[in-house]
């Protein structure tokens, strides 16, 4: 017999590792920038992106082990405000800071 629910529960739990993806990617990035590159970049501080991306992959993990019986088992308004948080930080602050790095330049730009 086919049960909705199952699905549903399989959708969410899919959702909740993307968003668990998402936000340990930005936590990554942030975590590998220099400070200065925030600074450079006119964005917040690399403190204050790297505990508010904590927090997200923190609850991000906690929804998506959630469906094994351990966390919070479903997406709520936490999981919800991560994916924000991540989608800000990979949208905005991750271009202008990648651009702030410095490297290696040449006459035509980086390389």
Do not use: C, E
Not at 60 to 73: D, E, H, L, Q, W
Not at 89 to 99: C, G, I, T
């Amino acid at each position: 017999m086919f049960q909705i629910y199952g699905v549903l529960d399989l959708i969410f739990w899919i959702l909740a590792i993307i968003a668990f993806g998402m936000s340990a990617w930005a936590l990554f990035h942030a975590i590998r920038t220099p400070a200065r590159a925030f600074a450079v970049a006119g964005k917040q501080t690399k403190k204050l992106w790297t505990i508010i991306l904590g927090f997200a992959t923190l609850f991000a993990f906690a929804s998506a082990v959630g469906y094994f019986g351990i966390g919070f088992g479903q997406l709520n308004i936490f999981v919800i405000a991560a994916v924000i948080a991540a989608g800000i930080y990979l949208a905005d602050v991750k271009p202008a800071v990648s651009q702030s790095k410095g490297g290696s330049s040449g006459p035509y730009g980086p390389w």
